[in-house]
């Protein structure tokens, strides 16, 4: 079974990792951190462990217990930060390099605007050693007609680039 973690580092865009939650196939092990940002989980009929942020000894926290990929959604600027300065004060940010160290797929999805010129200097360092970044940008030639159809378009591109099945937009038929 395929294992994955997913962080909310943000209050601001935490509905949307609730609805990755939902959107995830139940055949994947999912875990779930939850930061003091973001008190509530949408715990559906999958498979989802909750470990709360500050338990640094979680499962997770290890590369021996072999998490196949990580998502950071929201992803805030002091989460980012610490990430590229390899900072591994909570369960997010070790998980996070537990990610690195075992080159593992790690997905961040940074949520503020405009980006400054230090957060992007971040996510270039990442970037450049092989981290996904990934804000929650559209791409309107699906044609999204409601918030929830925009927001499944950028689930779905997530998960592509997670190696996740999925058909929650409409894709290009060029």
């Avoid at 994955?4 to 990792?17: F, K, N, R």
């Avoid at 498979?47 to 990580?70: C, K, P, Q, R, Y």
Wanted: a neutral charge; charged letters at 20%; glycine letters at 6%.
């Amino acid at each position: 079974m395929k294992k994955i973690v997913i962080a909310s580092s943000g209050a601001s865009g935490a509905g949307l990792a609730q609805k990755v939650l939902t959107h995830l196939p139940s055949s994947i092990e999912i875990h779930y951190i939850q930061t003091k940002h973001t008190q509530t989980v949408m715990q559906k009929e999958q498979n989802i462990t909750l470990h709360v942020n500050e338990n640094i000894a979680a499962s997770i926290a290890s590369g021996s217990f072999g998490v196949d990929a990580m998502m950071i959604t929201p992803c805030s600027m002091n989460t980012l930060a610490k990430i590229a300065c390899g900072i591994a004060d909570n369960l997010v940010t070790r998980a996070a390099s537990v990610m690195i160290k075992e080159q593992k797929k790690l997905l961040l999805a940074p949520r503020e605007l405009p980006f400054s010129a230090i957060a992007l200097e971040n996510m270039h360092k990442l970037s450049s050693i092989g981290v996904i970044i990934a804000p929650p940008v559209l791409g309107y030639y699906s044609k999204q007609q409601s918030l929830d159809e925009m927001e499944d378009f950028i689930i779905g591109k997530w998960f592509d680039l997670l190696g996740i099945e999925n058909n929650l937009y409409k894709r290009w038929e060029g």
